[in-house]
C-alpha cells in the first residue's frame, strides 16, 4: 500500500485493469451483493431529495421499501446503505430497454434533472473505502461480475487509477489525483507496473 495524503491506497489500484462493460454484466453491481451500497451520512439529505425527481420510475417494490424504512437502512455492521428490493437491488435501481440496471438518480444527474450524480460508493465502483486507524484505505474490488470489465481494461490499457480519475478527484480533490499520478510513474519507472 501507499500513503498519499490522509488515505492508504492498495497496489492493486495502480497494477489492475478496469473499464466497465455493461454489455457483458448489465449493471449487475447494484444488484448483486449482501446489502445496499455504503452511503455516507451527509449524502442521505440528497437521496432523500432526489425521491421525488425519480419516485415515478421506482418499481412498485422499491416505492414500498421506501415508504416503510426511508432511502437507507443500516446494514448488520451498522453501516449505512441504500435500501434494497427483495434483499439484493437498490431501490433506485431500473432497468433499461436493454435489461442493463441504471442508477436513477444518476440517469436524472444525467439528464440535468438533479445536481448530484449518486452516492460516492457507487461513482468510485470498483474501489471501495475503508479505515485504518485514522486513514482512509483504497483498495480494489475484485469480483467475478466484474471479470469483463477487467478483460476490456487490459484490452484498452485502462488501470483502475485510470478509469477512476474523475470520482477519485471528486473525493479526493485533484492535488491527491495529482500525487496519484505521480506515484504510478514512480511505479512504472521501478518497473512495478508493466
Given amino acids: 500500500m501507499v500513503q498519499i495524503g490522509d488515505t492508504i491506497v492498495s497496489f492493486d489500484i495502480f497494477t489492475e485493469y478496469f473499464c466497465c462493460d455493461p454489455s457483458h454484466c448489465k449493471g449487475i453491481c447494484c444488484v448483486e451483493g449482501d446489502a445496499g451500497a455504503p452511503v455516507a ?4 439529505e440528497k437521496l432523500e431529495e432526489a425521491l ?17 424504512q426511508g432511502v437507507v437502512y443500516s446494514d448488520p455492521d451498522g453501516d449505512l446503505v441504500t435500501s434494497i428490493v427483495n434483499g439484493k437491488d437498490c431501490v433506485f435501481a431500473t432497468r433499461d430497454s436493454k435489461g442493463c440496471t441504471l442508477c436513477l438518480i444518476e440517469k436524472a444527474f444525467n439528464e440535468g434533472r438533479f445536481h448530484w450524480r449518486k452516492p460516492i460508493s457507487c461513482y468510485l465502483y470498483p474501489a471501495r473505502l475503508g479505515k485504518v486507524g485514522d486513514l482512509v484505505s483504497v483498495n480494489f474490488h475484485k469480483w467475478d461480475v466484474c471479470r469483463h470489465a477487467m478483460i476490456k481494461g487490459r484490452r484498452e490499457g485502462i488501470r483502475v487509477y485510470e478509469f477512476l480519475k474523475q470520482p477519485f478527484i471528486e473525493r479526493f480533490g485533484q492535488e491527491w489525483y495529482d500525487e496519484l499520478l505521480t ?9 512495478y507496473i508493466k
Avoid at 510513474?185 to 521501478?190: R, S, V, W
Fill in 52 to 68: 421525488p425527481l425519480v419516485e415515478s420510475e421506482m418499481t412498485g417494490e422499491a416505492c414500498a421499501v421506501v415508504a416503510e
Fill in 183 to 191: 506515484v504510478a510513474e514512480e511505479l512504472k519507472a521501478q518497473k
Fill in 41 to 44: 451520512l451527509d449524502e442521505v
